[in-house]
């Protein structure tokens, strides 16, 4: 699991997680921290990080689980939302937040959902769970807007951030490519680069 740095949160550096241990490195690559991910009172796999201004982090542990709001320097971890819906998800679910942070998405893969929350934990909105996405994986904030891969439709998506229309379709396009078998190209994470071209993991 892999987490680009947060501005002003750990000062150009990225965190990740691999073989049960948290990583932070500079951007050429030192390592400046590790520490165990059960140092933070987590035993279940992680899913995914993402760090915060202050020096906090979220943690996603894999279900059953929950989304752990930690901070580094004295490892202390509480929940980050008491909301009773959030604090056993199941399956796979992966974490953004707004330039300002005021807002954090959660894409719950296996319910074919992404969560809007404020900065605090407390849940706004819900987008449409009757099938309008499935499996979405790796929510991002590109230019003020949110993308999401919309794994099963083969397609990545622009959705409405606004708490009123929040899930909403706002564009989209194929990630269907000659390099995969047709109706078989599963996008499951993306990045644009600052030219506006997309890279996409393909599974």
Do not use: M
Not at 39 to 64: Q, S, T, Y
Not at 95 to 101: G, H, I, K, Y
Not at 190 to 201: A, D, F, H, M, P
């Amino acid at each position: 699991t892999f987490a680009p740095p947060a501005p002003g949160g750990y000062g150009g550096q990225v965190v990740v997680v691999s073989h049960g241990s948290l990583w932070v490195l500079d951007r050429q690559g030192a390592l400046s921290a590790s520490l165990p991910i059960e140092a933070f009172g987590i035993h279940g796999r992680v899913c995914d990080v993402l760090p915060l201004r202050g020096g906090e982090i979220l943690i996603a542990e894999r279900g059953p689980g929950l989304v752990h709001r930690c901070h580094l320097a004295d490892r202390v971890c509480v929940p980050f939302t008491t909301d009773a819906r959030f604090t056993g998800l199941e399956g796979s679910f992966e974490l953004a937040a707004s330039d300002d942070q005021s807002q954090i998405y959660l894409a719950h893969t296996t319910r074919h959902a992404i969560h809007l929350f404020d900065g605090s934990g407390t849940w706004i909105a819900t987008s449409d769970t009757e099938g309008q996405y499935k499996f979405p994986h790796r929510p991002v904030v590109v230019a003020d807007e949110l993308y999401v891969a919309d794994t099963n439709h083969r397609r990545l998506v622009a959705i409405e951030r606004e708490a009123a229309r929040f899930g909403e379709l706002a564009g989209s396009f194929s990630t269907e490519t000659f390099l995969g078998s047709p109706g078989r190209v599963y996008p499951i994470a993306q990045r644009r680069l600052s030219g506006g071209t997309w890279w996409v993991v393909i599974g």
